[in-house]
C-alpha cells in the first residue's frame, strides 16, 4: 500500500548494505557519492537536529518544548528538501516562505522581553542556554554546508533563509533561556 503525504516513512530494515562503496541515493533515488555537497549538507542538518532533541530532552521552558519539536519536524522536511534535486516550482516537499515567517515571528516574540545588548555574548550562562548555544553553531555550519552545495548544484533558496533564521531564532532562545546570567564579551579583558 503506498504511503500517505503526511504519513510518516516506513523503515523495515535499517542496514541495507547500499552504501559500503560510498554511495547513496538521493530522495529521486539517483546515486551520489557520500561526498556530495547535499548529502554533507542534509548530514549537517541532521546533527542540528540531533543538537536539538539534546536541548528538547534538558528542561527547557514549558512554551519552548512544542516549538523545539516543530523545528525539528521541518528540519528534517529541511533534509528531505535537500535530498531531492531543487527545480523551481516542482510539487517536491520543500522549505516554505512562511516556515521562515513563522521563524521571525518567534524570534520577534521571544526577543521582545530581552534587555538591549550591549556586546556579545560568550555561549553558557546555564546548562540549557549553553547547549543552545551549541545547537546555533550547528546551525551555522548546517547553512554554510548548505551554501556550499548550492553553488554546485541548485538548492531551494528558502532552505538557506530557513538556516539562517533558525539560527538567528537559537541565539535568542539561549538568551531567553539564560534568564538574565549571560556574561558579554569584554574584548581585551584579561590583557
Not at 503525504?5 to 548494505?17: A, C, G, H, M, S
Not at 530532552?57 to 514549558?62: A, E, F, L, Q
Not at 550547528?138 to 552545495?149: I, K, N, P
Request: glycine residues 8%; hydrophobic residues 40%.
Amino acid at each position: 500500500m503506498p504511503r500517505q503525504p503526511d504519513e510518516p516513512v516506513r523503515l523495515n530494515r535499517i542496514y541495507t548494505r547500499g552504501g559500503d562503496r560510498g554511495e547513496t541515493s538521493l530522495g529521486d533515488g539517483s546515486r551520489v557519492s557520500k561526498l556530495d555537497r547535499r548529502i554533507v549538507a542534509y548530514g549537517a542538518v541532521d546533527e542540528l537536529n540531533a543538537q536539538l532533541g539534546v536541548v528538547a530532552s534538558s528542561g527547557v521552558r514549558t512554551e519552548v518544548s512544542p516549538l523545539l519539536a516543530r523545528i525539528q519536524n521541518e528540519l528534517f522536511d529541511l533534509g528531505a528538501d535537500l535530498s531531492v534535486p531543487y527545480v523551481e516550482g516542482d510539487a517536491k516537499l520543500r522549505v516554505t516562505q512562511e516556515q521562515v515567517d513563522e521563524l521571525e515571528r518567534l524570534c520577534d516574540r521571544f526577543n521582545a522581553p530581552l534587555p538591549e545588548l550591549r556586546s556579545f555574548v560568550l555561549p553558557g550562562g546555564n546548562p540549557v542556554a549553553a547547549q543552545l548555544h551549541v545547537a546555533r553553531t550547528a546551525c551555522r555550519r548546517a547553512e554554510l554546508e548548505a551554501l556550499r552545495a548550492a553553488e554546485e548544484v541548485p538548492v531551494n533558496p528558502l532552505a538557506l533563509v530557513y538556516l539562517n533564521r533558525l539560527s538567528d531564532l537559537l541565539f535568542i532562545l539561549a538568551r531567553d533561556a539564560a534568564g538574565g546570567d549571560e556574561v558579554l564579551w569584554r574584548p581585551g579583558s584579561s590583557r
